[in-house]
């Protein structure tokens, strides 16, 4: 006759079924099956094994160890672990340093050039999976570097939300002593978009590579926005060029648009936003951003939103279809002012609220 597997009761059947269904470490729910089958429905291990999806010796030496010891036989930390390393953690941590010096610096590392690294410490060829796996331990991951400027000053960049709030006090101080309008705290930009196609990565079914069309037609057109991040407010318009002229067009419209405000705008270095034929209204006045610091204004996030919703893997037949784009999307971002905010409200602009 068969041997007739059984646990011993050293806890109740509810206290048995209560552990395996809510103990928070899947190895300990798993043991606590295996007693649960021998204690409630005891019969043969290979039944028991064949049922809670382990091996024969597995339920073997489940059983004979709570049999003995209770409890403590379950909820004892499986071995685990690395068994077959060629280097400690902390050797990897070391190997991996001045590859951590290179990504900081948004330099190419590819695990390649890791794997020869490895291979050159543990003296013989190992399998990619090796480093993914090295790699995955320390919590590195595969990310596009954020772009900067070669000529961006990090420490005026510094400087300059440093004395954010200080630079729109004085703005706020050179205006009639008698306009007394609410203040609209803003950030202004210009871009350029046109019939040359961008391709971006997008989701597609296994087996399936998609297709993107792409052409380069140079043909351009220019959006001017402005937006107040806090009050999630944005105007902009579609003009043929950047320069002066369109510049002046563009601040007159905001400040019709805004009559009923006071505007502290934030701008970058174009040279139209310092020519000496720009006019400024009389209820606008602009801050200078560092040169060479798009990543400090606001308005890019719009034009990163633009780009990727509604210019990416496409062609445009003509620069109206361009222009009839724009339009469509500028109005619906003008609509969405939880949206504005949320892209926008930078930390400076937090800091003069």
Known sequence: MARITRAAPHVSVEEVRERMSNDPRSLYRKRWFII??????????????????????????????????????????????RRNEYMTVEEERELLTPFF????????????????????????????TTIYRLLERHQWRKVV???????????EQRLFLQNFATLVEEA????????????LKMAQDEACFGRISTTRRSWAPKHIRPLSPKQVVREYTYVYAVVAPQEGKMVSLILPCAD???????????????????????VDQAGWHSAKDLIIPENIRLIPQPAYSPELNPVEHIWEELREKAF??????????VIDTLCDQLRQL?????????MTYFPHFRMVS
Do not use: C, W
């Open 36 to 81: 649960y089958n021998a204690l409630v429905d005891p019969r043969e291990a290979k039944d028991i094994a064949k049922h809670t999806g382990v091996s024969v010796a597995t339920v073997h030496k489940m059983i004979s160890s709570y049999n003995r010891l209770g409890v403590a036989a379950v909820e004892t930390p499986g071995k685990g672990g």
């Open 101 to 128: 010096e290179r990504a900081k610096k948004g330099e190419l590392t590819t695990a390649a050039h890791i794997k020869q690294a490895f291979e050159k410490r543990v003296g013989h060829e190992v399998d990619e």
């Open 145 to 155: 570097p954020r772009p900067f400027h070669p000529k961006a000053d990090k420490e």
């Open 172 to 183: 706020i101080e050179s205006r009639d002593p008698e306009d007394d309008r609410p203040i």
């Open 244 to 266: 002066t002229s369109m510049m002046n067009i563009f601040l007159q419209h905001v400040s019709h648009t805004f009559s009923k405000y006071f505007l502290v705008i934030q």
């Open 312 to 321: 990416s893997n496409r062609v445009f037949v003509s620069l109206d279809a």
């Open 334 to 342: 003008e609509d969405n002012s939880k949206l504005l905010h949320s």
